[in-house]
């Protein structure tokens, strides 16, 4: 392992035992037939089976390209993803699912196209081997988000996508509680590009992203990047306030006319309501916008690193093929190590 590979591979992992064996097995073997130098970082995410036990072992069988990060709790999938970018020496920087829906064997794909000048890469998932349901909600969330923040991506939820060094010092540098790492690349990239790639069914376990975790995700896209919706529902407002000013009106003069209205008690009871409502979803929004802020301003630790498993910096100029029984640097890291 050099100072500075050339490829870099982050793999946060949550709960994933039942399937890391076979990413094992089809990773490092299509890393090594790239031909060029790389490292692998594995952020274990708070995992409560074996994955942390079975990372320890695989950087003890391949200590020359592989590190590995352990959280002492569960912080998410995009905060493991920023640890992982801050723990990256590489030139280029790939991130990868756990779960091998995306093939590992597309990484060279990737980094061929970086190869053609572009410094962002995503990826559009074809013949998705995922539930219609979810293939449609994806759809959706995505034509709704692009009409809202402007950001270009096909397929949002793919997580197989490569970033250039340059990309990955800037996200480093944004001190963001809540965000999405596509979306905040694509916002710095300047030669951006998208790539089909497969994708196969889950190799083992079940997928941790439920419904709500998808809506909360698309919130937080949408609340980082835009003020569109604060936008939309000022203008919801004023285009209900002039409602109101009319009925107002209507009733005034109806009432000098006809005489007191006896009926429609139920009308205004409706009325009422759906105002009600709207203003309740104001101040919904309006709170996911102060509770970002409130998040922010208290600065506490995004994430708390237990320990790092890498070699110590002798070691990495060693041969590929020599295994250390030295004790890892980092592993006596405090628990209170954290990414500030």
Known sequence: MSESPEVSVVIPVYNEEA???????????????????????????????????????????????????????????????????????????????????NP???????IAAMDRGHDYVGTIRKMRQDTA????????????????????????????????????????????????????AFTFAQNPTEIAVGHEERAAGESKYSLYHLIRLNFDLVTGFSLVPLQMFSLIGIGISLASLAFVVVLAIRRLIVGPEAE???????????????????????????GRIYQQVRQRPRYLIQAVLEPRPDERFREAGHRSTDTPTGTEAPAARNAE
């Open 19 to 101: 399937g890391l064996t076979a990413l094992f097995e089809r990773l490092y073997p299509a890393l090594d037939a790239l031909g060029r130098s790389y490292e692998i970082v594995f952020v274990n995410d708070g995992s409560r089976d074996r994955s942390a036990a079975m990372l320890r072992e695989q950087y003890q069988k391949r200590p020359d390209v592989t590190r590995v990060v352990l959280f002492n709790g569960n912080f998410g999938q995009h905060l493991a993803i920023m640890a992982g970018f801050e723990h990256t020496r590489g030139r280029r920087v790939v991130t990868l699912d756990a779960d091998l829906q």
């Open 104 to 110: 590992p064997e597309e990484i060279g794909n990737l």
């Open 133 to 184: 349901f979810r293939r449609h909600a994806s759809r959706a969330m995505n034509r709704l988000r692009e009409r809202i923040t402007r950001i270009h991506m096909t397929d949002q939820g793919c997580m197989l996508r490569a970033y250039s060094r340059d990309i990955v010092d800037a996200i480093n540098a944004c001190r963001e509680v809540n965000t999405f790492i596509p979306a905040l």
């Open 264 to 290: 429609g008690l139920f009308t205004l009871f409706g009325i009422a309501f759906f105002l009600i409502g709207i203003t309740l979803f104001g101040i919904g929004l309006l709170g996911e916008y102060v």
